[in-house]
């Protein structure tokens, strides 16, 4: 059992308790099937530092009024499979992130849809390094971020082999931001994107 992360609230002006709701870390083969999570306090699902992981068929419904509720947050993992899933937040829907507990690497994100949230995203962190990405079939229906890919020079690190491919986007304001500023913190850490495929991506309605 870990410690639980503080925020402040801003209606009391004190602090609070905001677990998440499933952590998986340093494990193999974990499989979450046909399950449906609802109002985390925190992060939905974060998985670190494990071999094998796979949500299928999962829901995930929260307010997007609610802040830091990512969806499912695979860090510094491998053979990672997310698919046939519907996820609804107040945050990232599906956040790839690294630091120095190593790579995220040979990832499959296919088969989703996406409501409310901050879209498919790859980062803050990415120093670990991201590579073998693969994102296929996904539907962002109202995220206020459709493709991104965010880091900057505290945190950066190389973003490589990363394919999205036939992605339909609607009524999203930012379709498409690929940053390396994501922040104005100092560091030596810069960031490097390299080999980024966009197939088949298409937004049905304006956007920045």
Same mark, same amino acid.
């Given at each position: 059992?870990?410690? $639980? ?10 602090? %609070? ?8 870390? %340093? =494990? ?7 399950? /449906? ?7 939905? *699902? #974060?998985?670190? %530092?494990?071999?094998? $992981? /796979? ?5 995930? %419904? ?12 695979? =860090? ?21 992130? /690294?630091?120095?507990? #190593? ?10 849809? $996406?409501?409310? @949230?901050? !879209?498919?995203?790859?980062? =803050? #962190? ?12 996904? /539907? &962002?229906? #109202?995220?206020?971020? !459709? ?9 950066? @690190? &190389? ?37 980024? &495929?966009?197939?088949? *991506? ?7």
């Amino acid at each position: 059992l870990h410690s $639980f992360p503080t925020r402040r609230s801003s209606d009391l002006d004190q602090s %609070q308790s905001v677990p998440r709701l499933i952590a998986v870390r %340093q =494990s193999d083969g974990f499989t979450m099937y046909r399950i /449906t999570l609802r109002n985390s306090p925190n992060f939905h *699902v #974060g998985v670190d %530092q494990t071999n094998d $992981f /796979t949500a299928w068929g999962v829901k995930i %419904q929260t307010p997007k009024t609610a802040r830091n509720t990512d969806g499912i947050d695979p =860090s510094s993992s491998t053979n990672v499979t997310i698919a046939y899933c519907d996820i609804t937040t107040g945050d990232d829907d599906v956040a790839i992130k /690294t630091g120095a507990t #190593g790579p995220s690497t040979h990832m499959t994100i296919a088969h989703n849809h $996406f409501y409310t @949230g901050h !879209g498919m995203s790859i980062g =803050s #962190g990415t120093s670990g390094g991201v590579s073998a990405i693969r994102v296929s079939d996904l /539907t &962002l229906d #109202g995220t206020d971020y !459709g493709i991104r890919i965010k880091s900057d020079r505290s945190r950066g @690190g &190389l973003v490589e082999d990363v394919s999205y491919e036939n992605v339909c986007i609607r009524d999203v304001p930012n379709p498409i931001l690929l940053t390396p500023m994501y922040t104005t913190f100092s560091g030596d850490k810069l960031p490097i994107y390299r080999n980024i &495929l966009l197939k088949n *991506v298409h937004s049905a309605t304006p956007g920045w």
